[in-house]
């Protein structure tokens, strides 16, 4: 439904680069991971289960 579209896009549309900036480093701070410029894609900041991919991924190619 529309509400559901609207979620989808909140953090795509709604972040600006600070918040960009400060969500990397939270992330990279919590999580101990490494984050960077190639990780800034609409793909990775659509929603925030996205993110959580993100720093899955992270977590597993840090393991290796």
């Known amino acids: 439904n529309g509400r559901d579209t609207q979620r989808i896009e909140f953090l795509e549309q709604e972040v600006d680069s600070l918040g960009i900036t400060t969500i990397l480093m ?3 701070d919590m ?3 490494e984050l960077d410029r190639s ?4 793909k990775n900041f ?3 289960g996205s993110l959580v991919e993100l720093v899955k ?3 597993n190619k840090d393991a290796d």
């Open 57 to 59: 991924k992270k977590l």
């Open 39 to 42: 990780d800034v894609t609409p």
């Open 26 to 28: 939270t992330l990279s």
């Open 46 to 48: 659509k929603t925030l």
């Open 31 to 33: 999580y101990g991971i």
